[in-house]
C-alpha cells in the first residue's frame, strides 16, 4: 500500500481509500481527527453522509473509552437502515486518537482492508 510518488499524505490515503471503494467493500469512508476535523474522505452514501458518521462517531467515544478500561474496545458496528452497516474504528497515529468510519454494503472483506488502511497510517 505504500505509494511512493510524491502525492501529498491526504491524496495518497484516499486513492488507497477509493481503490477499496471500488472493490465494494465499502459505500462512503472519512478519517476524522479527535476534534472532528475530516481528514480525508471517499465515497458518498445516500443513506449516511458524513455529518451522520461524525455523530455516531463521536457519541461512541465514551463507550469505547469506558470499554477500553475493561475490554480492548476499538471498533463499534451498527447495523444501520437499508441494509448498511455502520464501522468505527478508534487507533492512534500520528500523537491522535482518530477515526475511521464506513458505510459498509455487506461484502466480505472490509475489516482487512481498514486495517491495511490504519497500518498504513500509522506507518506514516
Do not use: C, H
Not at 4 to 14: D, G, I, N, R, V
Not at 58 to 65: M, Q, T
Amino acid at each position: 500500500m505504500k505509494d511512493k510518488t510524491s502525492l501529498p499524505l491526504q491524496q495518497q490515503l484516499e486513492r488507497s481509500m477509493k481503490n477499496f471503494l471500488e472493490e465494494e467493500r465499502w459505500e462512503a469512508m472519512t478519517l476524522f481527527s479527535s476534534e472532528g476535523l475530516p481528514m480525508a474522505s471517499t465515497g458518498y452514501s445516500l443513506v449516511y453522509n458524513q455529518e451522520n458518521l461524525l455523530e455516531f462517531a463521536f457519541s461512541l467515544i465514551e463507550s469505547v473509552r469506558l470499554l477500553g478500561n475493561d475490554l480492548p474496545a476499538r471498533e463499534i458496528t451498527i447495523r444501520g437502515r437499508e441494509g448498511k452497516t455502520l464501522v468505527f474504528k478508534y487507533f492512534e497515529a500520528w500523537d491522535d486518537e482518530l477515526i475511521l468510519a464506513a458505510v459498509v454494503t455487506g461484502r466480505k472483506g472490509y475489516k482487512r482492508a481498514m486495517g491495511k488502511l490504519i497500518k498504513w497510517l500509522q506507518s506514516q
